[in-house]
C-alpha cells in the first residue's frame, strides 16, 4: 500500500483566486490521478498526472483551468484556478502502480468557494 | 450507458441483517474489480479485492460474474459500523496503455439498532 499526504485538508476560498493542492506519497508510484467528488456524487476523474509531462485530460476538464503537475514519482499538483462557487467540492489524490491494481487515496481537499 | 452502475439505494437494514449490492460494468474486457468504502467526509478505502473465483474476508463476500457484467458484495450479519457508501471500481481495458480505475456512484448503507 502507499500512504498518501494531501495539502491543505480544507480551505476557504474568495471567488477568482486559485489554490493549489499538493498530494505526496511516501514511495514512488507508476500513476497518479486527480478526482473531484461533489456531495452525494461519486468521483469524477479530472485527469492523470504524467510524470514529466502534460497532464490527460478527461472531457470537461482543461489545464487552463486544472493545471497539474507531476515533477517526479512521489508528488503531484493541482491547481485549482480562477475560482468560482460551482469548484466547491471535494478534490482527491488517488495513485497506483498501473496494471489495474488497486487504487489508494489520500485524505481528500475540502474547497468551499464564496 | 454508464461504464459503471451501482443502486445509490440507501439500503437500510437492521443489525444482523444480511445485505447485498450489484454493481454493473458495461466493458466485457474489463480486467480488474474492487470495492471500497467510503465514510461520510472521508477518502474511500479499498474494502477487498474481487477475484473471477470469488473472494471472502470475514463477514464480506466478494463476486464476480463475467457472463452477466457484474460483480456483488455480500455482508452478513450487519454491524452498525458497516454503515458507509460501498463504491464499486472497474478497470477497463486502457485505450492508450494506462488502467484508469472506473467508479461506480456508489450504494449508500445504513444499518439501524
Known amino acids: 500500500s502507499a500512504v498518501i499526504s494531501q495539502k491543505p485538508s480544507r480551505d476557504i476560498c474568495q471567488r477568482g483566486t486559485s489554490l493549489t493542492i499538493q498530494c505526496q506519497v511516501d514511495s514512488q508510484v507508476t500513476m497518479m490521478f486527480w478526482y473531484r467528488q461533489q456531495p452525494g456524487q461519486s468521483l469524477t476523474l479530472i485527469a492523470t498526472?504524467?510524470?514529466?509531462?502534460?497532464?490527460?485530460?478527461e472531457s470537461g476538464f482543461v489545464i487552463d483551468k486544472f493545471p497539474i503537475s507531476r515533477p517526479n514519482l512521489t508528488f503531484s499538483t493541482l491547481t485549482v484556478s480562477n475560482m468560482s462557487p460551482e469548484d466547491s467540492s471535494i478534490y482527491l489524490c488517488?495513485?497506483?502502480?498501473?496494471?489495474?491494481?488497486?487504487?489508494?487515496f489520500g485524505q481528500g481537499t475540502r474547497l468551499t468557494v464564496v | 450507458r454508464k461504464e459503471v452502475e451501482q443502486d445509490p439505494g440507501p439500503f437500510n437494514v437492521p443489525e444482523g441483517a444480511t445485505v447485498a449490492f450489484n454493481c454493473t460494468y458495461s466493458?466485457?474486457?474489463?480486467?480488474?474489480f474492487f470495492w471500497y468504502r467510503q465514510d461520510c467526509r472521508k477518502e474511500p478505502k479499498l474494502l477487498m479485492s474481487v477475484y473471477s473465483s470469488g473472494n471472502e474476508d470475514g463477514r464480506f463476500t466478494a463476486q464476480l460474474n463475467r457472463a452477466s457484467q457484474y460483480i456483488s458484495l455480500l455482508i452478513r450479519d450487519s454491524k452498525l459500523s458497516d454503515s458507509a457508501t460501498y463504491l464499486c471500481v472497474v478497470n477497463p481495458p486502457p485505450p492508450g496503455g494506462s488502467y484508469i480505475p472506473t467508479f461506480g456512484r456508489g450504494t449508500s448503507l445504513i444499518v439501524h439498532p
Open positions: 466493458n466485457s474486457a474489463s480486467q480488474s
Open positions: 498526472a504524467n510524470q514529466g509531462s502534460e497532464a490527460t485530460y
Open positions: 488517488s495513485v497506483t502502480q498501473g496494471g489495474g491494481t488497486e487504487a489508494f
